[in-house]
């Protein structure tokens, strides 16, 4: 639960989620989430400085990686999967990206 919020704080801070803040909410006024209407370039510089925030404050990424491979083995996403991951990325390319990140933490240190 941390490295998502960290991922979705982070759209906050590098400006992602103003510059998408006209999407807020569908035609019947439901909430949508921001993620679904990322390029793949911002949800990689979300996921990014995501993950380091969450590894610098010793937050594992390794269940939300989990989660991400068992988006990845459903036949179609539900439309709630956007929450954790945008429709433009894949699952696994995002949580491989996650695994790599952690392995180049802990060997810098």
């Not at 569908?26 to 993620?35: H, I, R, S, T």
């Not at 990014?48 to 068992?70: D, F, H, M, P, Y």
Request: include cysteine; aromatic fraction near 10%; charged fraction near 25%.
């Amino acid at each position: 639960m941390g490295a998502t919020l960290a991922i979705c704080l982070a759209q906050h801070y590098l400006g992602i989620y103003q510059k998408h803040l006209r999407n807020q909410y569908d035609d019947k006024g439901d909430p949508v989430p921001v993620a679904l209407h990322l390029d793949p370039e911002e949800w990689k510089r979300a996921l990014e400085a995501g993950v380091r925030n969450s590894l610098a404050n010793g937050i594992s990424i390794k269940s939300l990686a989990l989660l991400l491979r068992r988006f990845d083995a459903m036949p179609r996403r539900p439309k709630w999967t956007g929450y954790f991951l945008p429709g433009a990325a894949t699952d696994l390319d995002s949580s491989e990206r996650m695994l790599e990140m952690e392995i180049q933490f802990f060997s810098d240190k």
